[in-house]
T-cell receptor, first 115, second 112 residues
């Protein structure tokens, strides 16, 4: 089952613009993570936000979490061509406690940044 | 550090053949997992391990077998390959139960 649903499925912008991706999930969570995947490569962790946090920043990345709406957003500011990749949200369900690496991934947003 | 290493990078099998996808990590991580990635489906968990000698099933375990005899290695065995197992397989590891995953670069498997 897919816990996370991402929106939009694809996003095309110009360099310098901001990119916003959204993720919705169904069950209570301990934390929500965002990953990036370049074509033909493995996923790379970007940022983790815990259920008791509302906002987190890392460089040009800003993540928000609204547990009442079961949703999160990832904002990439001042995008670059090198940001072109697929972006995935992943959640670990609260039920049973810790995740042990058992994450549930969304289907991803394909971001294309044109130079 | 090499991180998480997966071999082979590409593999073509005929229906009914068996093979083992290798995964090794050099970060002394206790937690390891296998995911498959299919178009439009995101990643789905196949099996995971919380330490040497301890494994459990994920969301889509049928047709796959795992064992964890050492902390470093977590091989995934396809017992009798089927076309439905055509996918990209990723191995991942983490050092704490709720910490981010480190992924390998994947094995692209085609079953004809």
């Amino acid at each position: 089952s897919q816990q996370g649903e991402e929106d939009p499925q694809a996003l095309s912008i110009q360099e310098g613009e901001n990119a916003t991706m959204n993720c919705s999930y169904k069950t209570s969570i301990n934390n929500l993570q965002w990953y990036r995947q370049n074509s033909g490569r493995g996923l790379v962790h970007l940022i983790l936000i815990r259920s008791n946090e509302r906002e987190k920043h890392s460089g040009r990345l800003r993540v928000t979490l609204d547990t009442s709406k079961k949703s999160s957003s990832l904002l990439i500011t001042a995008s670059r061509a090198a940001d072109t990749a697929s972006y995935f949200c992943a959640t670990d369900a609260r039920a049973g406690g810790t995740s042990y690496g058992k994450l549930t991934f969304g289907q991803g947003t394909i971001l294309t940044v044109h130079p | 550090n090499a991180g998480v290493t997966q071999t082979p990078k590409f593999q073509v099998l005929k229906t009914g053949q068996s093979m083992t996808l290798q995964c090794a990590q050099d970060m002394n991580h206790e937690y390891m997992s296998w995911y498959r990635q299919d178009p439009g489906m995101g990643l789905r968990l196949i099996h995971y391990s919380v330490g040497a000698g301890i494994t459990d099933q994920g969301e889509v375990p049928n047709g796959y077998n795992v064992s964890r005899s050492t902390t470093e290695d977590f091989p995934l065995r396809l017992l009798s390959a089927a076309p439905s197992q055509t996918s990209v397989y990723f191995c991942a590891s983490s050092n704490y139960p709720d910490s981010p995953l480190h992924f390998g670069n994947g094995t692209r498997l085609t079953v004809t």
